[in-house]
């Protein structure tokens, strides 16, 4: 990339982040806030470094956590997708339980997971799936449902299979849905995560802000924010560069 | 001598296509009624019709991606596989907008099972006669409908079916780019010694390009009339002579009954 365009795409959001945090830093000085009821920027760096190791150790905890959520989602919604697209009678079977299953607001059912499948693992990768296979399945869905039946007729046309038409046609069309499918997946399943752990557990971020609260310890609570934000970055941005990877084979 | 006589008489007889009394229903309609055609090796035949009557649908059955509720499509006598002696090209270009030019060209090779060296060499070879060898890594946003349409047909030539179903193929393209396709399809066509069936709504395409023009009406979809068209006669340029306007006349009349 030319040294103007870094410059052109990344000084803006780059220097607004930088004046929200001058004027954070500049009004808990002049205003003498207190740091356990609004940490100034630098108290929370340092915080950052006081207690990296344990910011540290529950950050991979929440981290693996998400990520076996998202492979577990990520297979699920192609799963269902898949059925949705070959039995036709199955759409409507499983529509109204998908949408019903995102009305049901997931926090609520989160106490009751955590009573059936206990504070492990397992009670937060099932949070993280019912949070972030819906979006996937939706995309999954439209982008499947989208593909040109003209190009379906010309695939037929020349006597292609059904094996070549998913390889050459399907898969290439539905996959840049697919992708915002999973990078919105990255984003909310940090919230899962997060709330699995805030009702039931003894690991990972959500606890840790969990048990910071309420001892006034708001550097630490705002540090596991950070980290939380750095993960869900992370996560980001291993989709968007699988998706260049991919794109540059079958760019749209 | 008299065996010779009769295997000419039959070669003559021998038709490349015979479509064989096709029926097609959508539902409670009728689409397409009674519909039979025999067209012999190296014919153009153009396929003429109001909207509605149901001449795509009977190119969808030709190429075999519709089957008739009546029917069937005989090539060389035999009923054949989707693919294998017809290539069907769409109004719309319908490129693969993820692959460039030359991927492109190469689908119908690919879904057909040839090795990649046999498929490179071939679209190099091709590509020089339609006037693409510049644009082989192009991608299909960077080309001119023309050009894009070129490349459609590049991807039906290719394969090296006898048999080419056009679906009204230039009818999203403005009329100068339309003219100038028009005479180097013809070129290409007989280059390739290809026999075709043309559908389009227009009535001086069906007539400047082919040497059969097919009507059909519709309600239900049926051919009511045919004309041979003496290419001698009619000039690829020239829409202005007798010869021309009568034919024209007598098709306009026909639509309109």
Redesign the interface.
């Known amino acids: 990339m030319q040294k103007e365009t870094i410059i052109k795409n990344y000084l803006p959001p780059f220097t607004a982040v930088l004046i929200i945090l001058l004027l954070w830093q500049i009004s808990v000085m002049l205003l003498s806030i207190e740091s356990w009821f609004l940490p100034s920027p630098v108290n929370i760096i340092a915080e950052l470094i006081n207690s990296y190791k344990i910011l540290f150790e529950h950050s991979l905890i929440t981290f693996f956590e998400i990520i076996v959520g998202l492979v577990i989602s990520i297979l699920i919604s192609l799963l269902i997708s898949g059925l949705i697209f070959w039995f036709k009678s199955f759409e409507k079977t499983i529509y109204p339980l998908l949408i019903t299953s995102q009305i049901i607001p997931v926090f609520t059912l989160a106490p009751i997971l955590i009573v059936w499948f206990g504070t492990g693992l397992f009670s937060k990768v099932i949070i993280i799936v019912l949070f972030t296979f819906f979006p996937l399945v939706i995309n999954l869905v439209t982008a499947i449902k989208n593909v040109?039946i003209?190009?379906i007729?010309?695939?037929?046309?020349?006597?292609?299979?059904k094996l070549?038409m998913y390889k050459?046609?399907y898969f290439?069309s539905i996959l840049p849905n697919f992708l915002s499918g999973c990078k919105v997946a990255c984003v909310i399943s940090v919230i899962g995560a997060v709330i699995g752990e805030w009702i039931g557990s003894s690991s990972g971020l959500g606890w840790v802000m969990k048990i910071s609260g309420p001892q006034f310890q708001t550097s630490r609570v705002f540090a596991s924010i950070l980290c939380l934000s750095v993960i869900a970055i992370l996560l980001f941005f291993l989709v968007v560069s699988i998706e260049k990877k991919l794109l540059r084979?079958?760019?749209? | 001598m008299l065996k010779e006589l009769l295997k000419k008489e039959e070669q003559k007889n021998n038709n490349l296509i015979n479509i064989k009394n096709i029926n097609f229903n959508f539902y409670d309609e009728t689409i397409l009624s009674g519909i039979n055609l025999k067209i012999s090796s190296g014919e153009f035949v153009s396929v003429i019709g109001p909207s509605g009557c149901g001449k795509s649908t009977l190119l969808?059955i030709i190429?075999?991606?519709t089957k008739p509720k009546t029917g069937e499509i005989l090539v060389e006598g035999k009923l054949v596989?989707?693919?294998?002696k017809?290539?069907?090209m769409?109004q719309?270009d319908?490129l693969?907008?993820?692959r460039n030019v030359s991927e492109n060209a190469a689908?119908?090779l690919?879904?057909?099972g040839f090795s990649e060296q046999y498929i490179q060499d071939k679209i190099s070879l091709y590509s020089k006669d339609f006037g693409l060898e510049k644009y082989l890594e192009y991608?299909p946003h960077e080309l001119s409908g023309g050009l894009r349409q070129r490349v459609a047909f590049l991807r039906s030539v290719i394969?090296d079916n006898p048999i080419m179903l056009l679906d009204e193929p230039l009818g999203s393209l403005d009329a100068i780019t339309k003219s100038t396709l028009h005479e180097w399809l013809m070129k290409m066509f007989s280059k390739f010694s290809k026999t075709i069936i043309l559908v389009t709504h227009d009535i001086d395409e069906a007539i400047l390009l082919a040497n059969r023009v097919v009507v059909m009406t519709t309600n239900p979809g049926r051919i009511i009339k045919e004309y041979l068209v003496d290419r001698k006669l009619v000039d690829k340029r020239d829409i202005t002579s007798n010869y021309f306007i009568q034919l024209k006349k007598d098709i306009i009349k026909d639509l309109s009954l």
């Open positions: 040109d003209d190009m007729r010309m695939f037929n046309s020349h006597g292609s299979t070549q050459k046609l290439p084979k079958y760019p749209l | 969808n190429a075999g991606i596989n989707i693919g294998d017809i290539s069907y769409q719309k319908l693969l907008p993820w689908l119908g690919e879904l057909k991608m394969v």
